[in-house]
């Protein structure tokens, strides 16, 4: 065999050169080895933790179910209830011009502290559906100047040949049953200032913005809206405006600002226009105080209680497992992150 040239000699050389440059820069942060808290979970740390877990949730949890529990509330579904006996087709009869004033009864179980909210619930009823919150257009809502404008808004952007204000499908259904209370024949006034939120007055419905052309087409979807009166204070439409995530939701009517006993009997007369038969739909009217936590809801409070009492558990557990089979622990100097014989 013929012995190598200078020349491959010089290749080879450059070769081994390339492959040593190809290596990276040694750092430490390339290399993970960045000061950082490495906690060895001991049976003593471990136990500590679930026991500091427990102290700090169960509270939270026991005063959050207390908060829950304060609240006092009344529901009534109406929606059968006010259907006439000898109806069979519910559609037809709730898109009729028929009379369909209901009269309902609620009893007071528990003393109502004041301010007293007003809800109606619906169920089944997807506002979260894509193309039902995208139908609207934000820019008509806030500016006088773009009445015109009702990209986004289809189906319900004209009607006439003459552009909706408010435009879209989310206007289109507002709810449109209404509700009147009284007790010993005293009308209960519904205080209806102030449902909404102060920023979407402010900010998203317009001073300068008036309905224009509103239900006029050929399928009416719910209420009508004052043409008289800007949209920063319809808050009926306000509230209605701002989208459910789920398909059972609530929505602020208004406030009743007196007490109510216990004993006391509500008679209610509500007019059943909204029409939630054709998809099987329910309606509920809602009576509820508030507490420091806002409405009665005991999902919270049971949360924090069960994370407490597993905490408390596995605490426990852990103890006994530790006096009854102790296990020794190695040197903690022999882990890697101890050492200092590191590449450097």
């Known amino acids: 065999m013929a012995p190598p040239t200078l020349g491959a ?46 102290v700090v949730f169960i509270p939270i949890g026991v005063a959050s179910l207390l908060a829950s529990r304060d609240v006092v509330e009344i529901a009534d579904r109406y929606d059968l209830q006010c259907i006439p006996a000898n109806v069979t087709d519910k559609v037809a009869y709730i898109q009729s011009t028929a009379d369909k004033t209901c ?14 909210y007003v809800y109606y619930q619906l169920d089944n009823f997807y506002q979260n559906h894509r193309r039902y919150v995208k139908s609207r257009n934000d820019e008509q809502l806030r500016n006088a100047g773009k009445a015109n404008t009702t990209s986004g808004c289809d189906p319900e952007n004209d009607a006439n040949g003459m552009p909706i204000v408010p435009c879209g499908l989310i206007a289109w259904s507002l709810f449109n049953d209404t509700y009147s209370f009284s007790r010993s024949e005293s009308n209960l006034t519904v205080n209806k200032k102030g449902i909404s939120w102060k920023s979407d007055r402010d900010h998203k419905f317009g001073k300068d913005v008036f309905p224009k052309n509103f239900q006029k087409g050929s399928i009416i979807g719910g209420a009508h809206l004052n043409e008289s ?116």
């Open 103 to 116: 009269t309902r009864e609620l009893r007071v179980e528990k003393r109502m502290k004041s301010p007293i």
């Open 229 to 344: 009166i800007p949209l920063s204070e319809q808050e009926d439409l306000i509230v209605w405006m701002r989208t459910a995530a789920l398909p059972t939701f609530r929505k602020l009517y208004g406030k009743i600002e007196v007490d109510l006993e216990k004993g006391d009997v509500i008679q209610v007369t509500l007019n059943n226009r909204y029409n939630t038969y054709s998809f099987n739909g329910e309606k509920k009217l809602v009576l509820s105080t508030a507490s420091w936590l806002g409405g009665k809801n005991d999902f919270l409070g049971l949360a924090y209680l069960s994370v407490g009492g597993l905490s408390f558990f596995l605490a426990m557990a852990f103890t006994i497992v530790y006096f009854v089979k102790p296990r020794q622990l190695g040197d903690p100097s022999y882990l890697s992150w101890n050492r200092n014989d590191g590449v450097q």
């Open 9 to 54: 000699e010089g290749s080879n050389d450059s070769a081994a050169n390339t492959r040593q440059t190809k290596r990276p820069k040694y750092s430490k942060f390339t290399q993970q080895e960045l000061p950082a808290c490495k906690p060895i979970l001991t049976p003593r740390a471990v136990i500590s933790a679930f026991l500091i877990v427990t």
